[in-house]
């Protein structure tokens, strides 16, 4: 019998604009989405906002996480067989997202996303990045109820984060080519839908050449194609649509040197910008000059990484992600070492 249609899971409610903490209930409830007893998530630093977030319900509960490691979330659990809320709600960067969305998915809670950060596509995805003992792994979760973004909570993040979030958003390009790639060679599962949601929101933030990260617009823009890079992931069931070879070999340079301080988008905008000239893509050198242009990692001698050290990085990435066939894997040594040249 012929397949007509597909289910997929999508947010109920999506909100971009000017100071949304306090309105928080108020949206829920225009969708429709009555909760009473939200136990809101968020760390140190975001506590304040949070805190507004709460004033706007009559029972709220506000619990500060340090960190994205597993020992947080299975506290997190105990409030919430203690509790008995009736929603999850992330006020915070990736990292308290991330709990709350893996949290949520292990207590079959709704979730709801209030990035106060724009610096990777969490924020309305389907995977939680969450640190274990044995390391770092990007677990599967349920898509948030609702993401609303609050634009004067994200316009004070630090500019570095805002720019790692653009890295985030145009390594989408190398990923998709991955993924086409894989359906080419492998037979891997391909969705055109999911993987046009990805790369076009990439497209757009590359056509805007430099960006003034302090425009409202920009913000706009940049929250619109992290929210639907994230919705292309559940739309494809797999992180597929925005994480290729550039996205392993982050991975690989989180495992292999640890004490590097640098952000995940900046790590796979800079990678991306390598694997875009292994795969032949036609906007690689714009990719070349919006980096550039808009002070981000631009090359791996950025955070000390010389050629030598980049090579470890490619021989150890598919290890990363068993399984997941990108450019990597039909790529030779001596035209990894030219790439890097060309790139660098």
């Known amino acids: 019998m012929p397949i007509f249609g597909s289910n997929v899971s999508l947010p109920i409610l999506v909100r971009i604009e000017d100071n949304l903490l306090g309105k928080v209930n108020d949206l829920l409830c225009e969708s429709n989405l009555l909760f009473t007893r939200p136990l809101i998530l968020t760390m140190p630093q975001t506590g304040p906002l949070a805190e507004s977030t709460a004033a706007g319900f009559k029972d709220a509960r506000v619990h500060e996480i340090q960190d994205n490691s597993y020992p947080q979330v299975e506290t997190v659990e105990a409030i919430i067989d203690e509790a008995k809320p009736d929603v999850l709600i992330g006020v915070g960067g990736g990292r308290v997202i991330d709990v709350a969305k893996f949290a949520g998915s292990r207590r079959m809670l709704p979730v709801v996303s209030v990035p106060t950060s724009l610096s990777n596509d969490g924020i309305s995805s389907p995977i939680s990045v969450i640190r274990f003992r044995k390391g770092t792994r990007s677990v599967g979760v349920n898509i948030p109820t609702a993401v609303l973004v609050d634009l004067a909570a994200v316009s004070s993040a630090p500019l570095r984060n805002l720019r790692a979030g653009v890295g985030d958003l145009l390594s989408n390009v190398s990923a998709t080519n991955d993924w086409l790639l894989a359906y080419r060679k492998t037979a891997e599962h391909y969705d055109t839908v999911a993987a046009l949601l990805a790369r076009q929101s990439a497209l757009a933030m590359l056509s805007q050449e430099q960006v003034d990260f302090t425009d409202p617009a920009f913000l706009r823009a940049l929250a619109e194609g992290l929210m639907l890079s994230g919705i292309a992931m559940g739309i494809a069931g797999t992180s597929r649509p925005c994480s290729g070879a550039e996205h392993l070999l982050s991975h690989a340079l989180d495992e292999l040197y640890p004490d590097k301080q640098s952000l995940h988008g900046e790590q796979v905008a800079m990678f991306a910008l390598f694997t875009s000239i292994i795969q032949e893509e036609p906007t690689r050198q714009k990719q070349a000059e919006f980096l550039q242009t808009n ?50």
């Open 295 to 344: 002070d981000l990692l631009a090359s791996p001698e950025d955070v000390g990484i010389d050629l030598a050290g980049f090579m470890k990085l490619v021989t150890h990435a598919p290890s990363t992600r068993p399984g997941r066939y990108t450019v990597l894997d039909e790529t030779s040594e001596t035209d990894i070492e030219k790439a890097y040249r060309k790139a660098y």
